[in-house]
């Protein structure tokens, strides 16, 4: 029993260190594809957020600090229109939807899939949410508090509106 948990423990660090080290390359990835991994691992959404939030908070943090100067347009859109709408979507699934939350992630990431390979989808994506960025952040918190994966279409919105990679993963990350 002692050595079940034991690998439990280093699964969940191989998980959390892996994607951590994407999300410092690319700006998400600790809790767009870590939250299904542990989740498919059997770990509750509570348990899952405990795990991943710390860790990506950190990264951002330090992402957000080496490049404070690019990030401008989100530093009070985000504050105004996207954590608002994590909150409540975070109540909405702990206290009061029995909805499916494997349903509800499954969902999420069969549409990410598709506009990420369908290129027209994602071009019409990424020029309508970066044209209503306001609405886009609305959009995203909500799924973001559903889910855990409002990084995907907060990647579509930033890639939208800017073009230099540091722009976007100094803004990715402060959101």
């Known amino acids: ?12 660090l191989l998980v959390v260190s892996f994607f951590t080290i994407v999300q410092s390359f690319f ?4 809790l767009v594809f870590g939250t299904p991994t542990l989740l498919l691992i059997g770990y509750s959404f509570p348990e899952t957020l405990s795990y991943l939030l710390p860790a990506s908070i950190i ?6 600090y080496n490049s404070w100067d690019n990030v401008t347009l989100y530093r009070k859109n985000v ?10 979507g975070l109540l909405l699934i702990l206290f009061i939807f029995d909805l499916s939350l494997y349903l509800a992630i499954g969902s999420m990431l069969l549409l990410t899939s598709l506009a990420r390979f369908s290129n027209s989808l994602n071009e019409s994506l990424e020029l309508y ?14 799924i973001h508090g559903l889910t855990n994966l409002g990084g995907a ?8 509106i800017y073009k230099s990679k540091k722009n ?8």
């Open 1 to 12: 029993m002692e050595s079940l948990a034991y690998l439990d423990v280093l699964l969940l």
């Open 27 to 30: 700006g998400v990835g600790l």
């Open 59 to 64: 990264v951002s943090f330090l992402q957000v």
């Open 79 to 88: 504050i105004l229109f996207m954590l608002p709408m994590v909150g409540l």
């Open 129 to 142: 949410l970066s044209s209503n960025f306001k609405f886009g952040f609305i959009v995203t918190g909500f």
């Open 153 to 160: 279409p907060l990647v579509i919105i930033t890639n939208g």
């Open 168 to 175: 976007i993963q100094a803004n990715i990350a402060y959101a």
